[in-house]
């Protein structure tokens, strides 16, 4: 069964703290995403990555950076935390070629 | 720019009945609409999706049906059951041609179906 793991599923972190949210898929997937998901609004794309070393921006990019060094894991990265960024962080990975998406279970994020 | 509208946000209904969950969108370059499943404490999971070279797709009580001219389609759950509740999202990506498209979420709607 294919997998998307994210290492953690709940994290409390301070304000200004740099913050690293890790996410590995056993799929050999060539795209991954991250989003957050906020009560009412839905699930937003942060940034994606169709491919090892390249990324884009989504819709809400500030305040995070990525990384993908490797094909399986692809890493958000709050440069400087801030309360705003509590949420709900979901990665994904999806196969070239193929629309469906695998979602991990989530990182829920607190920023105090 | 919210390109996919969802309603209504919340939907209540009793065992049985058969909720609908509606999804309009802008984009005429969209050409595969899914439907995810999320659990309370999960990742949300993909229900069922369709091509909007047909109208309606079934897969055992859940069901799409899709109006290209008015560019909306809607998930009908027949005999819902208490074990259906969960937060619905409808979803949309173009066919760009390549394969770096991207899916857009509507809001969600979170179901709760009574026993």
């Known amino acids: 069964d294919v997998k998307v793991t994210q290492s953690s599923r709940y994290l409390v972190k301070r304000t200004g703290e740099k913050v690293f949210l890790e996410c590995v898929q056993d799929?050999?997937?060539?795209?991954m995403f991250w989003y957050r998901q906020d009560p009412g609004l839905g699930l937003r794309l942060i940034y994606f990555?169709?491919?090892?070393?390249?990324?884009e921006k989504g819709d809400i990019p500030e305040g995070y950076s990525v990384s993908r060094e490797k094909k399986e894991r692809f890493s958000l990265i709050l440069e400087s935390a801030s309360t705003n960024q509590t949420s709900m962080y979901l990665c994904?990975?999806?196969?070239?070629?193929?629309?469906?998406?695998?979602f991990g279970s989530g990182t829920r994020l607190t920023v105090v | 720019q919210q390109q996919v509208k969802q309603s209504p946000q919340s939907l209540i209904v009793q065992k049985g009945g058969i909720p609908i969950i509606n999804c309009a969108y802008e984009?005429?370059?969209?050409?595969?609409f899914p439907w995810y499943q999320q659990f309370p404490g999960k990742g949300p999971a993909l229900l069922i999706a369709?091509?909007?070279?047909?109208s309606e797709k079934k897969e055992g009580r859940f069901t799409i049906s899709f109006n290209k001219s008015a560019k909306q389609f809607s998930l009908h759950i027949m005999d819902s059951q208490p074990g259906d509740s969960a937060t619905y999202f409808c979803?949309?990506?173009?066919?760009?041609?390549?394969?770096?498209?991207?899916?857009?979420f509507g809001k969600g709607t979170l179901l709760t179906v009574n026993p």
């Open positions: 984009n005429t370059a969209f050409d595969y």
């Open positions: 979803a949309a990506t173009p066919n760009s041609g390549g394969s770096n498209y991207k899916l857009t």
């Open positions: 994904a990975s999806r196969n070239r070629g193929l629309y469906g998406y695998t």
């Open positions: 369709i091509r909007p070279d047909v």
């Open positions: 990555s169709y491919d090892v070393k390249m990324k």
């Open positions: 799929m050999d997937h060539e795209n």
